[in-house]
């Protein structure tokens, strides 16, 4: 019998090389919880793209409800911050927990995050953070900088060969806000 492993996956250009490699190990689950995504048009069309790669390959999913109020809440007098600055963590944080949360819950055996997959995050922030939460929940977290070892390479392949949606920013208001400072509807 194959480990329960829940992946917190937060985009389909990050997380199809690592759900490709885990699915054959584990009982495998993707968790969609992105509520840092702005705006709901954008969080629509990435997790419409977890949903086919879930779908094509037979991987069970959970949808977390949109609460951007919640996220907006906790990032709260961090609106300033840079990508990479100090609001990052906390949004890292904020979803991690709320994995580990649902993978105790749920009965999961392990978690992890997909996050480390994108080109400007920081896997030993990121897997500080899931040992964190691990120790808070009682669930082991799996770490790994899933951009090296070639997946990042692979990940573009097959998205490319999918015709994936491929987004430009992170996701918040305020990296949309920084890589396309003109956008009106980004208030900081």
Same mark, same amino acid.
């Given at each position: ?26 009982? %495998? ?10 705006p ?13 790669v879930?779908g ?9 409800d ?9 990032v709260?007098?961090l609106?300033?911050?840079k ?8 949004? *890292?944080?904020?979803?991690? *927990? ?5 993978? %105790?819950? %749920?009965?999961?055996?392990? *978690? ?20 964190e ?12 900088d ?19 949606y491929?987004?430009?920013y992170?996701?918040c ?16």
């Amino acid at each position: 019998m194959k480990e329960r492993f829940l992946l917190h996956v937060c985009c389909a250009p990050c997380g199809i090389a690592v759900i490709d490699g885990l699915r054959s190990s584990y009982d %495998l689950w993707v968790l969609f919880y992105n509520p840092n995504i702005f705006p709901e048009t954008e969080y629509q069309k990435r997790k419409s793209e977890v949903v086919r790669v879930c779908g094509e390959w037979g991987i069970p999913m959970i949808d977390e409800d949109y609460d951007a109020s919640a996220w907006e809440e906790e990032v709260k007098g961090l609106e300033k911050e840079k990508e990479g600055g100090r609001r990052c963590p906390v949004c *890292f944080r904020y979803r991690l *927990f709320r994995t580990a949360e649902t993978a %105790l819950e %749920l009965g999961f055996s392990v *978690f992890g995050t997909t996050l480390s997959s994108g080109r400007n995050k920081r896997a030993d922030i990121i897997d500080a953070i899931g040992m964190e939460a691990a120790e808070r929940f009682g669930v082991r977290y799996c770490g790994e900088d899933w951009k090296k070892g070639g997946r990042q390479e692979l990940g573009k392949k097959m998205i490319a060969e999918r015709g994936i949606y491929r987004q430009d920013y992170c996701g918040c208001r305020f990296s949309l806000k920084q890589r396309h400072p003109e956008k009106e509807s980004c208030p900081a």
